[in-house]
């Protein structure tokens, strides 16, 4: 009634839906995760965080059993430096697992290049460890284009002891050794592009205790 439809004889016509499983379509862009499940001939895509029974229906539709039934391909996005180590997840936990944690970071509302970095000061691999992490993201704070100890005083005068530092001060002050004392107290390090530390109060061993008792505990 409002539109007409146009038949065009020079494109040949394609099915994308074959009644049982759907197609590829991000439905509303803000997925965190794009995982491709096949089981023999067909594939599901899984759009995480998602809620668990709609990962079970969806293998459901591919005639899977059970979860490790599938293989399981994350979409290339390669444009993003934690790409790498969610396929290190994927391929190492049950897609359930997996959901978890894009849950966590869609209910803590996590920026994931923050969460990147705090991967990379605890040298985290196992999931266990980098769910705790991402429980714990508060706790990290990261400066960004800090890279030796004189710019990290200078960063940290500016910030947090002096505001409006006139300029004729600043040939007075020892940066290098205030830069210096504050990595120490903060037990912070340097990494690629900035300067990472966890907050007075929390601990990475106590964060890290925590995910080793998780792990103990009943999953």
Same mark, same amino acid.
């Given at each position: ?37 096949? $089981?023999? #001939?067909?594939?599901? $895509? ?7 029974? &709609? ?13 490790? #039934? ?7 996005? &390669? ?15 049950? %897609? ?24 990379? $000061? ?41 505001? #409006? ?7 007075? %002050? ?28 929390? &601990?990475?061993?106590? %964060?890290? &205790? ?10």
């Amino acid at each position: 009634d409002y539109g007409t439809v146009f038949r065009n004889e020079e494109v040949e016509g394609q099915e994308i839906y074959d009644g049982q499983v759907f197609p590829c379509y991000h439905y509303t862009g803000e997925e965190l995760l794009c995982i491709e499940a096949e $089981y023999k #001939d067909k594939k599901e $895509y899984l759009y995480l965080p998602e809620e668990p029974m &709609s990962i079970t229906k969806a293998l459901h539709r591919l005639g899977a059993e059970k979860p490790d #039934d599938c293989i399981y391909q994350l979409e290339d996005l &390669s444009s993003l430096p934690w790409n790498d180590l969610f396929k290190n997840i994927l391929s190492e936990n049950n %897609i359930y697992r997996v959901n978890e944690l894009a849950l966590t970071v869609r209910e803590k509302q996590i920026n994931m290049a923050k969460l990147f970095k705090f991967v990379e $000061y605890a040298v985290a691999e196992s999931f266990d460890t980098i769910l705790k992490l991402a429980e714990h993201i508060n706790n990290f704070n990261y400066i960004s284009e800090v890279g030796s100890y004189g710019e990290l005083g200078k960063h940290v005068i500016q910030n947090y002891l002096l505001d #409006d530092l006139p300029k004729r001060f600043e040939e007075c %002050i020892d940066y290098e050794t205030r830069g210096e004392i504050f990595a120490d107290e903060v037990k912070g390090k340097f990494l690629n592009g900035g300067f990472a530390y966890i907050s007075e109060g929390k &601990s990475l061993e106590d %964060i890290l &205790s925590d995910a080793d008792m998780r792990m103990g505990g009943i999953q």
